[in-house]
């Protein structure tokens, strides 16, 4: 009998996609969600937020025999935090392999998401646990809520000198339990999507798999993070690996699907 694997983040957009892997894979899974949910499918959920500073009891309980942590939960701030209550929790019980989430220019992009990103990376090198952390560019899913919201304006807005390579979510999901099932590797080679993409490119192709129009203006990204994205410093070009669903594919299984569900 294989020891369940705990998987934070597992009620988001990724973990939906890495879930059912690790249960194909054979392997128990134990949920750390924010609120108490029934068992299901050999997917167990313990209620408690990382956050919190009485999670530590509830936290202590979800590690009970775990040999593997797969920390995808993420939010707009308060990552480093996080991750730092995780991985000393996980160090106390024993954890043989931690795998962490990150995001492609951590260590680069001016942005307080990224850096809270780097803040949890270095959480989990410094742990002293076995560890194994993955960068990705955004997922389809992010670029798609962003796009959508532009196009609701008549006038659509694109910030100029930003571009994106987005990636797959279900392609991430089986990288990541590809690497935790395997042995801790450190920093790994980060996941990118298999093209490059101009903010209005991106908008454009949402517009036309939706048979929409609309004007598009063109506006400056100021200061730091502007320079930063003019100089390409989220993207990665070297040492990476590329999925291989595009935007375009993605965009047209996305519309198939909401026209299916009318």
Not at 161 to 173: N, S
Not at 219 to 231: D, F, I, Q, T
């Amino acid at each position: 009998m294989t020891s369940p694997i705990l998987v934070t983040g597992g009620t988001g957009t990724l973990g939906g996609h890495v879930l059912p892997l690790l249960r194909q894979a054979g392997r128990d899974v134990r949920v750390l969600s924010r609120h108490a949910r029934e068992a299901a499918d050999g997917v167990e959920y313990v209620a408690c937020d990382l956050l919190a500073p009485d999670g530590g009891l509830a936290l202590a309980a979800a590690l009970e025999d775990v040999e593997i942590v797969l920390h995808l939960a993420g939010g707009p701030k308060g990552d480093d935090v996080a991750t730092r209550n995780l991985v000393r929790a996980a160090a106390e019980a024993g954890v043989r392999h931690f795998v962490y989430i990150s995001v492609i220019g951590a260590d680069r992009v001016p942005l307080g998401y990224f850096r809270s990103k780097l803040g949890a990376e270095r959480a989990v090198a410094e742990s002293g646990l076995p560890w194994t952390t993955l960068r990705a560019a955004q997922f389809h899913d992010l670029v798609l809520k962003a796009v959508r919201t532009m196009a609701k304006m008549p006038v659509v807005p694109v910030p100029g000198g930003i571009r994106m390579q987005p990636v797959d979510a279900r392609e991430v999901a089986e990288r990541l339990v590809e690497l935790a099932l395997g042995e801790p590797a450190g920093l790994v080679p980060d996941l990118a999507g298999p093209t490059v993409y101009g903010m209005g490119e991106l908008a454009r192709g949402y517009l036309r798999a939706h048979g929409k129009r609309r004007p598009m203006l063109p506006v400056r990204l100021p200061g730091k993070v502007g320079r930063a994205y003019r100089a390409a410093e989220n993207l990665s070009l070297e040492d990476v690996s590329f999925g291989t669903r595009t935007w375009e594919e993605f965009l047209d299984a996305h519309t198939a699907n909401a026209h299916a569900g009318k």
